[in-house]
């Protein structure tokens, strides 16, 4: 299995605080998480070496995902952080790494994943922010699945608050089946 080689990630001066010893920059992106005055930034993590120790069944190298909430001084502070929210390097089969990127928008921010062999699949994990428990809760998770051989007949699975409830960012585990 071929893992497309990482590219050095360019980590701000005022992020490097966050990036916790053994780990890289996977990605950082920035957006309004918040509906604030001032921009935020998501910065996601991985273990150096992950591509050797991570062990997809038995033992997943986890991803943190870390949410920096911008300042007026142009700082960050930390704001939360989950290590259940992006996928292990080796949890997208044959396709490789499956982490493919966040999408921030508005006090939304989504976390996408593509994977699989013969049988694709996508998986797009949405939190909003939640100004009363200044926290974002999970929002949507949806699915599509589709045969490498029949691209245009895709499944879609949505499911939404309606169906899990309200779930705090750092209690959502995306290893977990609900």
């Known amino acids: 299995m071929a893992q497309t080689p990482k590219l050095p990630v360019n980590v701000p001066a005022n992020m490097k605080q966050f990036v916790t010893k053994g780990y890289e920059v996977l990605d950082i992106t920035k957006g309004d998480l918040n509906r604030d005055a001032y921009p935020d930034a998501i910065m996601v993590l991985y273990k150096k070496g992950e591509e050797k120790t991570s062990n997809v069944i038995d033992n997943p190298e986890k991803r943190p995902l870390l949410i920096l909430l911008g300042q007026a001084n142009k700082t960050y502070k930390f704001a939360n952080r989950s290590d259940n929210a992006v996928y292990c390097v080796d949890c997208g089969g044959q396709m490789g790494d499956p982490f493919t990127g966040i999408t921030i928008k508005n006090g939304y921010f989504s976390v996408e994943h593509y994977g699989g062999s013969g049988q694709r699949w996508t ?56």
Do not use: C, M, Q
């Open 123 to 178: 998986r797009i994990i949405t939190f909003k922010y939640n100004p009363t428990a200044k926290n974002w809760l999970l929002h949507k998770d949806g699915h599509e699945y589709f045969r490498a051989t029949e691209p245009e007949k895709v499944e879609s699975k949505i499911e939404t608050v309606k169906n899990f409830g309200k779930v705090p960012f750092e209690k959502f585990n995306i290893y977990s089946e609900r």
